[in-house]
């Protein structure tokens, strides 16, 4: 079992940063498989990106890539999604995920979510 909270989101002009963090509870945390998606009003949750337990393999949606960073600090049970050069279309509501076998882009394959953090990106 793993609970996820994330925090970190907010009101940013277009091409600032903003850094969200996922911190997860449970002894396994480590084993996980976590991811970033994201959801806009009107439209369907999409992958941003991913971790694999040890750092090593990170996906990134095509839309992200070269802006977005994800890294994880496992003694601190933590997942973080740095945003660089935001732009109004990143606007979404954020939630971490979790799962405990390979990493993978589709949302219906993780079993532990938190409760989402909003980013707004005016222009």
């Known amino acids: 079992q793993a609970q996820l909270v994330e925090s970190g989101g907010g009101l940013v002009q277009a091409g600032g940063s903003l850094r969200l963090s996922c911190v997860a509870s449970?002894?396994?945390?480590?084993?996980?498989?976590v991811a970033w998606f994201r959801q806009a009003p009107g439209k369907e949750r999409e992958f941003v990106a991913a971790?694999?337990?040890?750092?090593?393999?990170?996906p990134y949606a095509d839309s992200v890539k070269g802006r977005f960073t994800i890294s994880r600090d496992n003694a601190k049970n933590t997942v973080y999604l740095q945003m660089n050069s935001l732009k109004p279309e990143d606007t979404a509501l954020y939630y971490c995920?979790?799962?405990?076998?390979?990493?993978?882009?589709?949302?219906?394959?993780?079993?532990?979510w938190g409760q989402g953090t909003q980013v707004t990106v005016s222009s």
């Open positions: 995920a979790a799962r405990t076998t390979t990493i993978s882009v589709l949302s219906w394959q993780y079993n532990f």
């Open positions: 449970g002894r396994t945390f480590s084993r996980f498989v």
């Open positions: 971790i694999s337990w040890s750092g090593g393999n990170t």
